[in-house]
């Protein structure tokens, strides 16, 4: 079974729409992290954020904000007023245990900003 | 720091050839790990480390060898490549002393095509 989900496999909005990034994730473990990344097209991943299973705070920074909610499962992105330099594919990923060692993505969303 | 480098960038092998991509990282980092990326597969755990001479599998290591006999380098060895394995390869490291909770710090990848 899929630890990490990622329902969305491609998403398209206009330059300065809002959108969300869904991500539900499996686990058995009481200590976790999820984490975001995103590729643009030259293929480098980057780092966006990470949250660990006993802060269920909502994180805001510049556009980007994440909603974490442990009784769904669920740590969802949104951008806010996006831009065409977020065109890309965003990856959700889950880290088990206090030692993490096994870290598992999702399948990605691909997102295009229309300008 | 150059941070997480691997060579080659693009690889083509035949089938049955063998071949080591190189992954080194300058941070002094304990955790390093390999993962393949497929279209529609995200990416996908192959191998990792949690420092010198100690390595363990991920969740698609048949095929891969790996060995850490540093801490800066963990090379990745196909020894007889297969169409199957026609991938990008990524790889990342960590470190901290709460290392589940940083970071993955990914390299650029190494295109990788099997005939």
Redesign the interface.
């Known amino acids: 079974a899929q630890k990490v989900t990622q329902a969305q496999t491609e998403i398209s909005v206009v330059e300065k729409e809002d959108v969300t990034l869904d991500c539900v994730y499996e686990t058995r473990d009481t200590t976790y992290y999820l984490f975001w990344y995103k590729q643009p097209p030259s293929g480098e991943l980057v780092f966006l954020i990470r949250r660990n299973s006993f802060d269920e705070q909502n994180e805001i920074s510049g556009r980007y904000s994440w909603n974490f909610q442990k009784s769904t499962s669920s740590f969802n992105f949104t951008i806010t007023a996006s831009q065409v330099v977020d065109s890309a594919v965003y990856f959700c990923a889950l880290s088990e245990g206090r030692t993490g060692n096994q870290f598992y993505f999702g399948t990605g969303t691909s997102l295009t900003v229309i300008p | 720091n150059a941070g997480v480098t691997q060579t080659p960038k693009f690889q083509v092998l035949k089938t049955g050839q063998s071949m080591t991509l190189q992954c080194a990282q300058d941070m002094n980092h304990e955790?390093m790990?390999w993962?393949r990326q497929d279209p529609?597969?995200?990416?996908?755990?192959i191998h990792?480390s949690?420092g010198a001479g100690i390595t363990?599998q991920?969740?698609v290591p048949n095929g891969y060898n790996v060995s850490r006999s540093t801490t800066e380098d963990f090379p990745l060895r196909l020894l007889s490549a297969a169409p199957s394995q026609t991938s990008?390869y990524?790889c990342?490291s960590r470190g901290g002393r709460r290392?589940?909770?940083?970071?993955?710090?990914?390299g650029?990848?190494t295109r990788l095509t099997v005939l």
């Open positions: 955790y790990s993962y529609g597969m995200g990416l996908r755990l990792y949690v363990d991920g969740e990008v990524f990342a290392s589940s909770y940083n970071e993955q710090f990914f650029p990848g």
